[in-house]
């Protein structure tokens, strides 16, 4: 048989190593990251109240320096707001001047203050890793994912059970269905320690 004239190349990885498979996405960039400091932002943003009737927290108006935040148009006017503001509020937003900038130029930033609040809040929490349209992409798409799973919950687990009362069937509310003894608790049940 005649030689190749070509040798095969030496392969650079072995054939039993795993190879990872890379994740969808630009790498670096998580989307419950991005969503977790979006909502970071909005708390940083707006004033809160006690609601008494129903016991919660309600948004009431936007801060004083995020108003004039909205109403700077150069990297001057932003840097004497920032100046006025928390000392949380200097440290997170110095370094995003020009990108504030940016998202209040753009031509979908709306017009109504409640709406361009969370707007810019949502467009900055990608911090310049991710295009600010991407940013809110990534809020709104977590945000309705977390509507849908808090959507349904369990109403009630039923156990199939044999009592000592002669009863076979399933459960109800942890408890035989004829004679209401409870199931014990699943660490001891697991034991064996309640069973006699």
Known sequence: MPRRK?????PIIGLDTFRQRMKRGRPGVFSSEIVSRADNYRQMFWTYRLNQKKKKWVREKP?????????????????????????????????????????????????????????????????????????????????????????????????????????KGPARNDACRECGAEIPRLPAFLSGSELH
Do not use: M
């Open 63 to 167: 801060q004083e320096w995020v108003e004039e935040l909205l109403k700077a148009r150069t990297e001057d006017d932003l840097t004497q707001v920032l100046d006025s503001a928390p000392s949380e509020a200097q440290n997170e937003f110095n370094a995003l001047i020009p990108l504030i900038l940016s998202v209040s130029r753009a031509k979908t930033f709306p017009k109504r203050r409640t709406a361009q609040v969370d707007y810019l809040a949502d467009s900055l929490a990608g911090r310049g890793r991710v295009t600010p349209r991407r940013a809110r992409d990534i809020c709104s798409r977590e945000r309705s994912r977390a509507r849908a799973r808090s959507r349904h919950r369990i109403i009630r687990k039923e156990f199939y059970v044999e009592c000592s009362c002669s009863y």
């Open 6 to 10: 070509n040798p095969r190349p030496e």
